[in-house]
């Protein structure tokens, strides 16, 4: 988008395999090609990655008794049990609540842990359990620590960027990924969210797999997903048969199983079945069966930035507990022993920011950007910091990158739009607006700054209509009464618009602008007794240097 624009901007081959359990899906496969990669190959190390979040910083996620930690926990035991997983201690990566960040889930599935350790003939699992959330254009978001239910799109994690980023990052083509994500009915809480779900639990064939990989899910798209139920069975068929079984026995038992357990006949809770689909290549794949090789050490550059994310997330703690400075010491700590930690170093201008440092800001953006400059909302921090050093031209140029690297983020689409509305670029404004409406389409707050730009484009109608909506969303949001009452006393609809300046001034009696605009009305409507008493109002609550003072006191000597 631009300002001055006019426009917005292993299974060997299975072809006579006997039918799998129910919600088993087998790929058939011919390997054609002499001098493919053989399909046998045997398991030289095993690596995990075990993800688990019941807590959140978003406090509507919170207080639903959840049990995903537990099962997160529960399972990383399993991987490492000498009689059932068999995964070296050390090669098991466990991220639970406050570990489980977006950026540290993502870094430790890609280079900082799994990119950097896997090797091609090595098996990786990764499990993840926490809120999921189907959207009705089909893709799948999970919850991390930090999401925001209002910034869905950019701050949970979507099943097709996580599994991008193991397609990309990760050398091996052996992937098993475990999904335990209930649909979250806390997501109708927020006015921002709700109309963005549809379903109840991840659609695997929505997910485009890559060759080796196997996905199971604890339920069907269209079902519940109950408690820790698969999980449990999960792990419970994973240690029969001291380990030994094949994947495809495990899954059968755990299906049959998790079915069984969440047929009750309880009407709050419904019959529960997993499912599985797979392109595994090669023979039966055992996930207890020992490795080819010995252990592998972790190596050094790993080390260091297992160390260095120690430091970022004590950071975190910091930062969400309000204790900056200690916050500061240990962003710098985690740059200190790995130079290159993007997320760390771009924390740690975003609290300097927040200490009104914006020069140590910029430059933390600066080298941030240099290292991951695909990550929109280290732009969108930076173009922040710029504007508040008085560079709004490099400003806005930040904030046009961060769009298009990310043009779902309702921040950076709020925000662009708001300096195409400084700019007179109204139509551009709309578009932006309208886009991130589209995309949160229970945002009061979207569609209050709809009915302003529309109001100043001149389009009345839409300008009501958009601040009405504002309203139904959320009947205390004061700007949107404010517009509603703007564009209905422009239209001439002035009782109307008396009312609406009313509940406004119901709301934040305090609010200068509500008594100036009531006063407006009265006036029009011939009561002078009480514009007067709305202007003398408006005097006692406006600041000093309001440019409107003057005016005022002029009216008030006409209506003696």
């Known amino acids: 988008v631009s300002l001055n624009s006019n426009s917005a901007a292993s299974a060997a081959d299975n072809t006579n395999m006997a039918n799998p359990a129910s919600g088993v899906e087998w790929t058939k496969i011919q390997d054609l090609n002499p001098n493919a990669t053989a399909t046998n190959r045997p398991i030289r190390q095993k690596w995990a990655v075990v993800i688990g979040a019941a807590k959140f910083k978003e406090s509507r996620l919170n207080g639903m008794d959840s049990k995903m930690d537990i099962a997160a926990r529960n399972f990383a035991a399993c991987l490492k049990d000498p009689n059932a997983g068999r995964f070296p201690e050390s090669h098991v990566k466990t991220l639970i609540n406050s570990d489980a960040t977006r950026q540290n889930i993502l870094n430790n599935l890609g280079k900082g842990w799994l990119g950097s350790l896997a090797g091609p003939d090595d098996l990786v699992v990764v499990f993840i359990s926490t809120h999921g959330f189907p959207t009705t254009e089909g893709s799948t978001y999970l919850s991390a620590y930090d999401c925001a239910l209002d910034n869905v799109y950019s ?102 199983r998790t079915e069984n357990d969440t047929a009750t006949g ?166 932006l607006l309208e886009q ?42 004061v700007s949107a009464k404010m517009n509603l009452g703007s564009a209905l006393l422009t239209k001439g609809n002035v009782e109307e618009a008396k009312e609406v300046y009313q509940e406004t001034a119901a709301l934040e009696p305090n609010n200068p602008d509500a008594h100036y605009l009531l006063a407006t009305t009265f006036e029009k409507l011939g009561d002078k007794t009480a514009a007067k008493q709305e202007l003398t109002t408006f005097l006692g609550l406006a600041r000093e240097n309001d440019p409107r003072l003057p005016k005022v006191k002029e009216k008030l000597e006409t209506l003696r």
């Open 155 to 256: 701050t949970c994690i979507s099943m097709q960027n996580l599994m991008d980023t193991l397609k990309q990052e990760v050398k091996t083509d052996r992937i098993v990924m475990i999904l335990e994500a209930p649909y979250s009915g806390a997501a109708e809480l927020t006015a921002g969210a709700k109309a963005l779900f549809k379903g109840k639990a991840i659609d695997t064939d929505k997910v485009v797999l890559g060759k080796g990989y196997i996905i199971m899910s604890s339920s069907r798209p269209d079902q519940m997903t109950w408690g820790n139920s698969f999980s449990n069975n999960l792990i419970a068929a994973m240690k029969a048969n001291n380990g030994l079984n094949n994947l495809q026995q495990v899954f059968a038992d755990a299906q049959a």
């Open 266 to 431: 309880n009407p709050s809770q419904r019959k529960q079945t997993p499912v599985l689909k797979s392109q595994w290549q090669g023979n039966d794949l055992v996930l207890g069966a020992p490795t080819l090789g010995e252990v592998k050490e972790i190596p050094d550059n790993v080390m260091n930035y297992v160390a260095a994310e120690s430091h970022y997330l004590k950071a975190n703690n910091f930062v969400s507990q309000g204790n900056f400075d200690e916050a500061l010491k240990e962003y710098e700590a985690a740059a200190t022993v790995e130079p290159t930690y993007a997320d760390a170093i771009g924390d740690w201008g975003a609290v300097l920011a927040i200490k009104g440092d914006w020069t140590g800001a910029i430059q933390k953006y600066k080298r941030a950007i240099e290292l991951k400059p695909n990550d929109a909302l280290f732009r969108a921090n930076y173009a922040r910091a710029l504007l508040k050093s008085g560079q709004e031209e490099e400003s806005i140029k930040q904030l046009e990158l961060a769009y298009q690297l990310n043009p779902k983020d309702k921040v950076i689409l709020s925000a662009l739009a708001g300096k195409c509305i400084e700019a007179g670029n109204f139509e551009n404004a709309i578009t």
């Open 436 to 477: 991130g409406a589209f995309l949160f389409p229970n945002s009061a707050q979207l569609h209050d700054k709809l009915s302003y730009v529309f109001a100043k484009a001149g389009n009345l109608n839409q300008s009501i209509a958009h601040a009405r909506e504002a309203i139904k969303l959320d009947p205390k949001l």
